[in-house]
């Protein structure tokens, strides 16, 4: 099967993923991102810069939120991944949750800063970091499935 079709559906599922968690609130983890993160450490040739920026785009009309703002985040978490691959390749499961942990704390706090210049205050604070705990404990569920269905698929 062809690598952009495999990397395509993966997406598009991603999002029906995330309209299907809309009702666990601020619980619901960031599937998109998640997503974007793994194709970006699997394959960064092929799951660049353009795709990060195009994934925040469709996360961005898929959350509702101001257009833009996810565009950057994620075209920035995956700027950094695709500079760290060769290290975080070589990380077990337990030491990249961390470190997903720390994107997506990371994303986050960008988010509420940008929410709070723009003067949308849709949230909570208490709420507001609950999305990344659950996206962390998500990461080996996600990054184990899309890893089956690479080597299923033979997307290299």
Avoid: C
Wanted: aromatic content about 18%.
């Amino acid at each position: 099967m062809n690598n952009f079709l495999v990397i395509t559906i993966t997406i598009l599922v991603s999002i029906l993923l995330t309209m299907v968690t809309f009702a666990l609130g601020p619980f619901a983890p960031d599937w998109i991102l998640l997503v974007m993160i793994y194709w970006a450490l699997a394959l960064p040739t092929n799951a660049n810069l353009y795709t990060s920026w195009f994934v925040g785009l469709l996360a961005d009309v898929a959350y509702g939120s101001i257009l833009g703002i996810n565009a950057l985040t994620y075209t920035v978490i995956g700027y950094l991944i695709i500079k760290a691959y060769r290290f975080l390749r070589y990380m077990t499961i337990y030491q990249q949750t961390i470190i997903i942990f720390l994107l997506l704390f990371l994303k986050e706090t960008f988010n509420m800063w940008i929410n709070l210049i723009l003067d949308t205050n849709d949230f909570s604070y208490g709420d507001y970091y609950w999305k990344t705990l659950t996206s962390a404990i998500a990461w080996p569920i996600i990054f184990y499935s899309l890893r089956s269905i690479r080597r299923k698929y033979n997307v290299i």
